[in-house]
T-cell receptor, first 116, second 114 residues
Framework: GAGVSQTPSNKVTEKGKYVELRCDPI?????LYWYRQSLGQGPEFLIY????????DSGLPNDRFFAVRPEGSVSTLKIQRTERGDSAVYLC??????????????FGPGTRLLVL | GDSVTQMEGPVTLSEEAFLTINCTYT??????LFWYVQYPGEGLQLLLK?????DKGSNKGFEATYRKETTSFHLEKGSVQVSDSAVYFC?????????????FGKGTLLTVNP
């Protein structure tokens, strides 16, 4: 079956602009996660959705970052007033049920964001 | 806090060589442990996992044993192939109520030459 998909695969924008990154999780997965991977680093947690609600947004770096999942499926990560330091690969993952320590998270290919 | 320390790369091997990538962790209790792999141009994929101490995870010829005494989860493969060239990440869930969050090591780039 289809895996997690993310669009766009690459996004180049200018400092100060607004961007939206989209994630389509595996059908039927209720848990969805966003991570950010900077060059040479492992992914870092941003936000976790259980259904439509953000159960934990403690990893969002500041209030320029926001994510939604209005119907409990597709999610959009929104970044306002982008800064060069936002350049990274943004990864989305999903898992079948409520996130837990034994749950396998299935990752998408990521969106590579470059802020000029 | 919970953390993962991975052997720094890059690692370059010849085909059929033995591979070890070290991973140690700091955590409260005995969390599940994971190895993820990222092939060139692709997303992270779960390679193997172990959910309790002394468990051995295995997949595609790779193995890792959960050793609580040494808080380690080293990845091994007896004979690597060119197709194993990728970045490997060790990961564990946060302890306590945030165990849906994964914390990752920095990754180890493996290049296997023919």
């Amino acid at each position: 079956g289809a895996g997690v998909s993310q669009t766009p695969s690459n996004k180049v924008t200018e400092k100060g602009k607004y961007v939206e990154l989209r994630c389509d999780p595996i059908s039927g997965h209720t848990a969805l996660y966003w991570y950010r991977q900077s060059l040479g680093q492992g992914p870092e947690f941003l936000i976790y959705f259980q259904g439509t609600g953000a159960a934990d947004d403690s990893g969002l770096p500041n209030d320029r970052f926001f994510a939604v999942r209005p119907e409990g499926s597709v999610s959009t990560l929104k970044i306002q007033r982008t800064e060069r330091g936002d350049s990274a690969v943004y990864l989305c993952a999903s898992s079948p049920v409520a996130g837990g320590p034994q749950e396998t998270q299935y990752f998408g290919p990521g969106t590579r964001l470059l802020v000029l | 806090g919970d953390s993962v320390t991975q052997m720094e790369g890059p690692v370059t091997l010849s085909e059929e060589a033995f591979l070890t990538i070290n991973c140690t962790y700091t955590a409260t209790g005995y969390p599940s442990l994971f190895w993820y792999v990222q092939y060139p141009g692709e997303g992270l994929q779960l390679l193997l996992k172990a959910t309790k101490a002394d468990d051995k995870g295995s997949n595609k010829g790779f193995e890792a044993t959960y050793r609580k005494e040494t808080t380690s989860f080293h990845l091994e493969k007896g004979s690597v192939q060119v197709s194993d060239s990728a970045v490997y990440f060790c990961a564990l869930p946060y302890s306590g109520g945030s165990n849906y969050k994964l914390t990752f090591g920095k990754g180890t780039l493996l290049t296997v030459n023919p």
